[in-house]
């Protein structure tokens, strides 16, 4: 048998490689607390990375992807150290951040109906079509309504 294994040690620049986060990311993201204080070395006094450290700041790219805010991450993952005491708090939070997505896609969706809609009327421009550019007119107008509305309450 052998004894335990060490952890290997990763730089800040191998760290953003591997997350793909830049290193100014992962320097901000420890200063504000968005991640704990990550270890130095003994001489260098350079931030030290190991498995765990690499394994959350993944977790926290993944969330910063969908467009989480820097606190609520930071609120997440102050949670995360609760366990289950902070359950429902961290579905509170990630059903607000699915709510919010759930409206951006249904604003992109729409901003792209309205291109193409718009595609549509310059065709029909070009066509001398003028009962069509009438039409798709009214078309995008009533879908720019719509699309003001949407993510209001």
């Not at 290193?23 to 130095?40: D, K, M, Q, W």
């Not at 709510?99 to 718009?118: G, I, M, S």
């Amino acid at each position: 048998m052998s004894g335990p294994t060490a952890q290997r040690g990763y730089t800040i620049k191998e760290a953003a490689a591997l997350t793909g986060l830049p290193a100014s990311t992962l320097r901000y993201y420890e200063s504000i607390g968005v991640v704990p204080p990550i270890s130095r070395g003994a001489s260098s006094k350079h931030r030290v990375y190991d498995e765990d450290d690499l394994d959350q700041l993944m977790w926290v790219a993944c969330l910063a992807a969908t467009g989480l805010s820097v606190a609520d991450m930071r609120r997440y993952v102050a949670n995360g150290r609760l366990g289950p005491a902070a359950a429902a708090e961290q579905v509170e939070l990630l059903a607000q951040q699915r709510d919010r997505l759930r409206v951006e896609a249904t604003q992109v969706a729409l901003r792209q109906e309205y291109v193409d809609l718009k595609i549509a009327y310059w065709e029909a421009v070009e066509a001398d079509d003028d009962a069509r550019t009438e039409l798709l007119s009214g078309q995008a107008r009533a879908l720019a309504d719509r699309l003001k509305a949407v993510g209001k309450p």
